[in-house]
């Protein structure tokens, strides 16, 4: 397995997480359109909202792209956890990048003991090692409906530079690609972590905020960015406490042993010595967002 996969992927990465799915024939043998065909064709933003027939333009949009059915509705508008949205983080910054006003600290890393006195376990090159979306809806919002309808959210990409959709929203947002995880908040609001954003616009991986309704519904924000070479995953948002948890994991892929892109979470450089329990490497780690 040399080389690499999917822009920056590792085929080490590949074949643990899914088993090389990629690389096997597509399971769907129906006649149904892929998504894939679907966002080729829809019309770009700047195509959308770029000219003087805008107005006319994006009202004769197809149903695909869909009038938003919550634009009345205080739900999903973005107004829980207060932040600025931070600028994209270039691919190749080893650290975790928050908001103003925000800090991160480590909740456990890989190799941490998990039970009170239990011993630290080594890790070393012979022990532990570092492991567009579609909105759906319901029939006629009947939620004893046995079918759906849906709409295209997002076609992701960088703004400035790719034929992306933002929900229809025309103002200033965060890049975003390789969309991966999707969670609500407790205002309805979406959050969606990425994978692999580097290979595909540059820019380290992040969690994003994604308004839902109203005039701002598709406005995308960068909450967070991760080192050089990990995944923003699984994320957990309490807005009402403040506080955000993900999982960065494998910072520092397609590193080396003896050369390693990362050494998050604890940053102990060669030569130098840490405290006990860090390690001068990368490991996956959770990480706990708090506003200060």
Not at 19 to 37: I, L, M, Q, Y
């Amino acid at each position: 397995m040399l080389g690499l996969t999917h822009g920056n992927r590792s085929p080490v990465t590949c074949r643990l997480c899914c088993g090389d799915a990629c690389a096997k024939p597509v399971p769907d043998t129906s006649e149904n359109r892929h998504f894939r065909d679907i966002a080729s064709k829809a019309p770009s933003r700047r195509a959308l909202f770029g000219g003087a027939s805008a107005v006319g333009l994006a009202a004769g949009l197809p149903s695909v792209l869909g009038a938003d059915p919550l634009a009345s509705a205080d739900r999903g508008r973005g107004a829980g956890l207060r932040f600025e949205p931070i600028t994209p983080v270039t691919g190749t910054l080893d650290d975790v990048t928050v908001t103003r006003g925000y800090a991160w600290q480590p909740i456990i890393r890989w190799g941490d003991p998990v039970l009170r006195g239990a011993r630290v376990r080594r890790i070393g090159a012979d022990g532990v090692r570092p492991g567009g979306s579609v909105r759906l809806r319901l029939s006629r919002g009947d939620h004893t409906a046995r079918s759906f309808d849906w709409n295209l959210l997002l076609i992701c990409g960088d703004p400035a530079t790719a034929s992306t959709y933002f929900g229809g929203y025309t103002g200033p947002v965060s890049p975003i690609a390789c969309p991966d995880n999707g969670v609500f908040d407790s205002t309805g609001t979406l959050w969606v972590s990425t994978d692999s954003q580097a290979g595909s616009i540059g820019y380290n991986d992040a969690l994003h905020r994604v308004t839902l309704s109203g005039r701002e519904r598709g406005k995308v924000e960068k909450f967070l960015s991760v080192p050089v070479g990990a995944a923003t995953c699984g994320p957990v948002i309490h807005d009402k406490d403040g506080s955000v948890f993900v999982t960065v994991q494998p910072p520092g892929e397609n590193g080396a042993w003896a050369e390693p892109l990362s050494y998050f979470p604890d940053y102990v450089m060669p030569g130098e010595r840490g405290r006990r329990g860090d390690f001068s490497g990368p490991r996956p780690t959770v990480i706990q967002v708090t506003g200060h």
